[in-house]
């Protein structure tokens, strides 16, 4: 997984500069981003970012800029100047929080190119950057949009488009949406349009630049692009997103062996344990006899306990879950301590260092 990733075959430079956005509080996924920033969380053995910036390099990007707020000193000390992934990084932190056109227009002194792929630190994404670019170009396009085709679109805001491709309006949260297509969260910038956002404030993006931009006629594309997506504001597009790392199903160039399971340095399992469907298992994790693990993450040093259950669910760093314990769509603290035969269910949460007494919460009858 997570090495020296330099040495990989470098692909035909892009020439285009790209910033990636990882200054959110990360409130939907508490409390495991209570002890790091969301994009730092251990995702398929890696932190989160690691991916997204895996596909940068893989697309022939090599200067990226972080755009940080939250806890900004933890993003430099795990990738520093990024010569491990091949990457030229750079760090602006933002003062306070500018919103995603703010925060693309606090960086602007940093960039390099005159194309710019702006992203979401928080979205899990297998599209073709390279050809997103490409056709960004090639439409002479001042603002080029990656969208994305949801089941269900009225939780998002959405992008509908001309039969050539051209932004017509950008759409809030509608209960009857008038098109399955959604921002996916990545942008391509000609540089000129970035100076353009004000700077020293709050600024949205959606709000405020995209509908600036089309009201003065500026040439703003949407692209449909059919790669892997995800967001991942929840704890269960967290797991699930993990698991599809693992697994291969959503594309990582620091995915090396996709499997059944991801068993980590150090990681123990034993031999009548059962652990599968994408679950990864941290450094110093075990997984005791009888214990049945899936679709899970377990950050470094967690203990599932002899018959325990964990399914779709993440459990943080030392802590443990006792014998005979039930964690299923729950997300446990670290170094909390879940006792035995307790049951915890849909949508628990339980904060760092808590300790839950044996058959402290239970939701069948038996005892």
Known sequence: MQGDLSADPRPAPLGADAVVLVGGLGTRLRPLTLSAPK????TAGVPFLTHLLTRLRAAGIDHVVLGTSYRPAVFEEYFGDGVRLGLDLEYVVEPEPLGTGGGIRNVAER????????????????????QLVGQHRAREADVSICLTKVDDPRAYGCVPTDSDGRVQAFLEKDPDPVTDQINAGIYVFDRS???????GRAVSV???????????????????????WRDFGTPADFVEGSADLVRGVAPSPA????????????????DG????????????????????VESAVL???????????????????????????????????????????????????VWPGVVLADGAIRFSTDV
């Open 255 to 270: 995915v090396r062996e996709p499997g059944e399971r991801l068993l980590l340095p150090g990681a123990d399992v034993a």
């Open 111 to 130: 960039l390099r190119a005159d194309t710019v792929v702006i992203c979401n630190g928080d979205n899990l994404v297998g599209v073709d950057l390279a």
């Open 206 to 228: 959606e709000r405020e630049t995209f509908p600036d931009l089309l009201a003065r006629r500026m040439r703003v594309y949407g692209q449909v692009q059919g790669g892997y």
């Open 273 to 292: 344990a059962q652990v599968g469907g994408g679950s990864a298992v941290g450094r110093g994790a075990r997984v005791l006899d009888g214990a049945r």
């Open 299 to 349: 950050f470094d040093g967690a203990v599932v306990s002899a018959g325990a259950v964990v399914r779709r669910s993440v459990i943080g760093n030392g802590a443990v879950i006792g014998d005979g314990a039930v964690v299923e769509d729950a997300v446990i603290g670290d170094n909390a301590v879940i006792g035995a035969r307790v049951e915890l269910r849909s949508g628990a949460r």
């Open 193 to 199: 349009v970035i100076d353009t956002i004000p700077p």
């Open 39 to 42: 994009p730092m969380l251990p």
